[in-house]
């Protein structure tokens, strides 16, 4: 059974237990930023600032492309279908990469950027499996990847996902 549009009807007064928060949402800006490859991978590669922060250093990026290549080299990053995405803050790395056998599953992994340079990996649960930033990549990126799914699954096809970047 289809339901028409849901619409809450519950005690206005019980509303005042739930949402209850004190902090808003930062402001982020997100930019493309080219692919990071290797053995399998391919990662379209974004980068993520909030108003308050720098968009990640050269350097910052460079030690990122080297963490991801010695993960996948070592597997500590499972390639899966060999496409995915990733997020990068000054503080916080967002790897994500589509499944083989469920193509419409994501799997995140998340990385955070400690003072000695060291990118350490996070559980989920205690992090978040994305931010608002990270959300409106993941939300560009798996429409993106459905498109691709529904199509002919060509080099062109393959090649057309990897150019369609979330641009702001």
């Keep these: 059974m289809i339901m028409e549009t849901p619409y809450y009807r519950g005690n206005l007064e019980q509303l005042s237990d739930y949402g209850n928060v004190t902090r808003k949402a930062p402001a982020r800006k997100i930019a493309p930023y080219g692919f990071i490859e290797n053995k399998g991978l391919i990662l379209k590669h974004y980068l993520m600032h909030e108003q308050s922060q720098m968009f990640p250093t050269e350097e910052n990026i460079s030690k990122v492309r080297s963490l991801l290549k010695r993960d996948v080299g070592s597997g500590d990053i499972n390639p899966r279908s060999g496409m995915g995405f990733s997020v990068q803050s000054p503080s916080i790395l967002n790897v994500c990469i589509f499944d083989q056998d469920y193509p419409d599953v994501v799997f995140p992994q998340i990385y ?10 996070q559980d989920i ?21 459905l498109e691709y799914l529904g199509s002919g699954k060509t080099n062109g096809d393959k090649r057309t996902y990897l150019n369609d970047f979330l641009a702001e």
């Design 112 to 121: 955070s950027h400690l003072l000695n340079d060291f990118w350490d990996p």
């Design 125 to 145: 649960k205690k992090y978040g499996a994305f931010c608002s930033g990270e959300g409106k990549v993941y939300g560009h990126e798996l429409n993106a990847w």
